[in-house]
Each structure stands twice: as structure tokens, then as C-alpha cells.
């Protein structure tokens, strides 16, 4: 709880985890600078952004102070920024770069051996950036809130840090509904189809998914488990299901929900729950409407009020900008009713919202699963 005040505290709620840079570098060549005639020597290098498909990728978290090296893969020469002279580098340079330089001794008055070392922006130590959709890099103050010394989980400090960031993450799903209940689970991501497949969804249920990817097959697999009875509406790998197709399935069988992935980090496809929730409102009222944000909460747009959405799960350590180990949750007072009419007990005790819902309520000044069940 600690390190979700941190994040909010830091503004960096927004993080966009679902993307990441790749800089190549394209050509080093020489321009005319100006009419003086003097020329310099440029690295020309450009940024591309594109939705994460790979789940290992590292990069160097700061620039690093040691020698840099270019080599090309057609000769042996190399050139190095701190241990060859200007005059040899530009030299070097001028034999792979004909007819750009007409006098590279003009070159070498504005060359410069000089290496700056770049101020440290973090107090973390040295360590490889992870550029994946999460677990991210943490800010410092997220980080320092997990040396704080251990406390009560029933002392009143924790109950109130607890309850405000309940409270809190009202701000992050936009609602305003008394209905709408946030839940903090201690789990990962996953811990919130469980959730939905337990409690909301019964058995011999049918689920519509749409289908984007590797996370629209797992979710559909988690709701077979509980004895749901999915059926995937796919789409062609980087496309999603259109609104008409969407509408279509809807009108030949009735479902009790119909569940979107945010963002499929597998094939990069961003859907639109706005528009879906549309479509189900129109065609299919009754239908429930839920998103699985866990790469999307805190990095892209979701209105849970506006969008007459009745669940949306996610994850601490992607977007939200906090380590692992948090299934983070807002059910509407429509989802909440469904699990409260069911005909049979949820199919699981440690994601059961009867254990959990009387602990997050307002109405609660016990925050805490482990005094609800007498731990």
C-alpha cells in the first residue's frame, strides 16, 4: 500500500509499459554547417516506437561513461571516442564517408576529445533497464517505500493507508459510482480472472471472448476451469473483431459477458471497450462488460462509469508503476448483484469475493482479509 501512495506521489501513474523505444542507428555522415564553410561530423540516429512483442528485452539504464566503439562488419578498423586521437578518427571517418567531406582538416578544429559524465538521475544502483511491458522500472520513491520497517496489518497507520488508496484508485478507473467497489488483492494479475471466473461468471455460463491474441486464449481457458462455457469471436493476428461481428454473435446466442483484452501485449492489438461496451448496451443490455486492463490501467484510456463497464482487472507492477505481487480491481454495483444472485457457492475460497468484499467496503473500518477470517 506503501508503494502505491509512492507512485501516486511520484506522477507517474502513466507509464506507457505496453510500448517500448528501439533506437537504431541509421548513418554517420558529414554536413555543411553553415557559409563559413566550416563542417562537422554528426551521429545520426532516429527513434522508433512500437507496441512491446518481445518479453526480454534489456537495455543500459543510464549512459554509460566507458570508451564507445563503432565497428562495421566490412573492416577491422574501429573507432574509439576516448583512445584514438581527433585527427585519426576523422581520418578514418573521411575513407567511409567519400565525397561528404571535401577538407577533413577543417573538421578537426571543431572536434573535440572531450567526455562529459552524465549526472546520475536515480539513486539506484547500476543495473540493465527493462523495457518490457512489466514488470517496469520502479521510481525511487516507490522502491524506498518498501524499506519501511514491517507493521501491523491491524494497526490503524496501515488501516488508513489502506483504505486511501481504496479510495485512490477510484481516481485511476474514473468512477464515481457509490456502487463501484475497487479491490487490492494480494496475487498477480492473473488472480482477477479467478476472480471474474469464480464468482461472477457460474457454472454453464456462456462467455463471449474476443479473441487478440495469447491473453484472449488464457482467459478462455481460465473460465473453461471454473465450468464456464467460452466461446473465442477471433480476428485475423493484428486485427481485432469488428463492431458488426461483434454484434452479430451477440444476436445468435445470449451471453452472460463478454470479456476484452485492453491490450494484448502478444500481438500488439489495442481494442476499444468504449465501442464494445456500446455495442452490448444496444444489442445485448443484460450482457456484463469486462476488460482486462492489466496492460492498459495507467497507460490508456478506460472510463469505468461513462463506459457502463461492470469489471476491469489489472496488475500493480505494469502501468500502475508499483512491484509485482498486486491483483488490483473495480467491480460495478451491477457485477457485484450478479455475485450476490448466484445459485451455487464461488468455485474458489482464496479469490471468494464473500471473503473479500465485506474487508474493502467503506462500510468497513477492517481492511484486512487475515481479521475477516481470523488469522
Known sequence: MHMLAAARGTGRLVNSSSRRCRIE?????????????????????SAT????????????????????????????TSYNTSS???????????????????????????????????????????HPTVLIPGPIEFDDAVLQAMSTPSESHVGMPFVHVFGDTLTQLR???????????????????????????????????????????????????????????????????GSRPSPQEIENAL????????????????????????????VVKRVSPETLVIVDGVCSVGCEEIRFDEWGLDVVLTASQKAVGVPAGLSIMMLSGRAIETYKSRKVPPGSYYASLKNWLPSMSFKSRIFTREILIGI
Open 25 to 45: 542507428v541509421r548513418s554517420l555522415q558529414a554536413d555543411r554547417m553553415d557559409a563559413d564553410g566550416r563542417q562537422l561530423l554528426r551521429l545520426t540516429s
Open 49 to 76: 516506437h512500437s507496441r512491446s512483442l518481445s518479453t526480454a528485452a534489456v537495455a543500459p539504464r543510464r549512459p554509460s561513461t566507458a570508451p564507445t566503439t563503432i565497428s562495421t562488419n566490412t573492416s577491422a
Open 84 to 126: 584514438s586521437s581527433a585527427s585519426a578518427r576523422l581520418s578514418q571517418l573521411n575513407n567511409h564517408i567519400p565525397n561528404k567531406v571535401s577538407n577533413i582538416s577543417t573538421a578537426l578544429k571543431y572536434s573535440t576529445t572531450a567526455t562529459t559524465t552524465p549526472d546520475k538521475m536515480s539513486a539506484q544502483a547500476e
Open 171 to 237: 481516481q485511476l478507473f474514473i468512477t464515481s459510482s457509490p456502487d463501484s467497489q475497487p479491490l487490492i488483492l494480494s496475487g498477480s494479475g492473473t488472480l482477477g480472472w479467478d476472480v471474474v471466473a469464480s464468482n461472477i461468471i457460474e457454472p454453464g455460463d456462456e462467455v463471449l471472448v474476443l479473441h487478440t491474441g495469447y491473453f484472449g486464449d488464457s482467459f478462455s481457458d481460465c473460465l473453461a476451469t471454473y465450468g464456464a462455457k467460452p466461446t473465442q469471436l477471433g480476428a485475423p493476428i
Open 251 to 278: 444476436k445468435g446466442k445470449k451471453y452472460k459477458a463478454v470479456t476484452i483484452t485492453h491490450t494484448d501485449t502478444s500481438t500488439g492489438v489495442l481494442s476499444d471497450p468504449k465501442e464494445v461496451a456500446e
